[in-house]
């Protein structure tokens, strides 16, 4: 994401703070909206103010138009920063009342206690939300955030070099299809000892992993004592990363250790068919300073194959919205959150191509050309294990150190077992 600096934007409306306390503890609002006063600090992610700001606009103009002696303030933030601003904020006690998290973002300011539980019934469309993105934001069967939008993994790929191979620029929808179709642009480019049909970089965890939930297999998971335990060398987890070191070994004919970061330098510099990523990277491929303009007509994302029939499951990407703990006005910060989660707010985005919260509003962005690849990987999607200690296993590198490990010749069976063992060490202490 863009680095952009924080750009606080006075709405003209007048947020209602608290009007007392529940039973429970809990801040609740004026019964007269009309008569509310206060105010709402909301914090949105730059990507609305340049892509979706006519929606901004709406929300926050029927939120005048309810609570009209209520103040909104908006501040736009940068992905680069974000973490650490809202990490002072909330230390100084300045944090704002909703803050837009990325997904991999949500689970440290629940367990740090920066948020405050929602009601799941309360929202539009919540008995559809797409799994995996109401996962990120549910712990110990509460609700701490709201699911904003989606995101997903694609096959990116030169129509061109697969016209030239096998006579269509489709991208296959079966990976039998698939891997013939590998074979035949393999042999076409044999001359080149560098080409890589489908550059798929050994150490990527994230590519790795949706081939073990295509196989039923996971990371980890909660078991009857309350505990995370890692599971990776259960057998459906081994099958699948079996598969996807069968297709590193088959297919990349890169560096197996390089890893995934900046991946479509090996389409834009010739070396590479196609590669599994997230779709914004096909536009770096055909981008002035990171890739060949040449390529632009060329590149295109379709939906991943998995290995049984169905598309490949993609870690789900996308964003939440959370409600601050400490904030004076809980209720109309909930209320706000309410509005720009709305069916009609929703369905904006949809119309934008962005992928919406929930499958109702989803499924008719399967048969659109520009979100069905996207929006087919969705429904099956995973998410990393929602565990207090999960930070540290990423820190440590248990997953891609444990795939370059059997890249490099350690017995599958072998390499699970101590990712296992590592990731018990570490997957239930707070990080």
């Not at 103009?61 to 601003?85: C, H, I, M, R, S």
């Not at 998410?383 to 891609?400: D, H, N, R, S, Y």
């Amino acid at each position: 994401m863009a680095t952009v600096g924080i750009m606080a934007l006075a709405v003209g409306l007048t947020a209602c703070s608290s009007g007392g306390s529940s039973s429970d503890g809990a801040k609740t609002a004026s019964a007269d909206p009309q008569n509310a006063t206060g105010t709402v600090t909301v914090w949105l992610m730059d990507d609305a103010q340049k892509n979706w700001p006519d929606l901004v606009q709406r929300v926050n103009d029927e939120f005048a138009a309810k609570y009209p002696k209520a103040t909104l303030k908006l501040a736009y933030q940068g992905w680069a920063d974000k973490v650490a601003k809202l990490d002072k904020a909330i230390a100084d006690g300045a944090a704002p009342d909703v803050v837009e998290l990325g997904n991999t973002e949500t689970m440290k300011y629940v367990l740090s206690g920066a948020l405050a539980p929602v009601e799941r019934s309360s929202f539009d469309n919540s008995d559809t939300w797409i799994k995996a993105l109401a996962n990120t934001c549910t712990y110990q069967d509460k609700l701490w955030c709201v699911p904003y939008y989606a995101g997903a993994r694609v096959a990116i790929y030169n129509s061109a070099a697969f016209q030239q191979a096998t006579g269509s620029a489709e991208f296959p929808k079966t990976e039998d299809e698939l891997r013939a179709a590998l074979d035949k642009i393999a042999d076409k480019n044999k001359a080149d000892r560098t080409f890589s049909p489908l550059y798929l970089p050994g150490p990527y965890w994230y590519a790795a992993m949706s081939y073990v939930s295509a196989y039923g297999g996971a990371i980890a998971r909660f078991d009857s004592g309350g505990t995370w335990h890692g599971t990776l060398s259960d057998p459906k987890s081994q099958q699948g990363i079996n598969h996807f070191v069968e297709l590193v070994r088959k297919y990349n004919k890169g560096d197996l250790s390089q890893n995934e970061q900046n991946q479509y330098e090996a389409m834009a510099r010739g070396h590479a068919a196609s590669f599994y990523g997230n779709g914004y990277e096909a536009s770096s491929v055909a981008a002035p300073v990171t890739g060949d303009p040449s390529l632009k007509d060329s590149v295109k994302v379709a939906t991943m194959p998995g290995p049984n029939g169905k598309p490949l499951p993609t870690f789900i990407g996308g964003s939440a919205l959370g409600v601050t703990a400490k904030s004076p006005s809980v209720d109309l910060a909930t209320d706000w959150v309410r509005m720009f989660t709305s069916a009609k707010s929703e369905q904006a985005l949809a119309d934008k191509d962005i992928l919406p919260n929930n499958l109702t509003q989803l499924n008719p962005l399967k048969n659109k050309p520009a979100t069905a690849a996207a929006a087919n990987a969705v429904p099956d999607a995973w998410f990393t294990p929602l565990a207090p200690g999960w930070g540290l296993v990423e820190k440590q590198k248990i997953l891609p150190d444990m795939l370059n490990a059997i890249l490099k010749g350690k017995p599958v069976d072998q390499a699970t077992k101590e990712a296992d063992a590592a990731i018990d060490q570490l997957i239930n202490k707070a990080g």
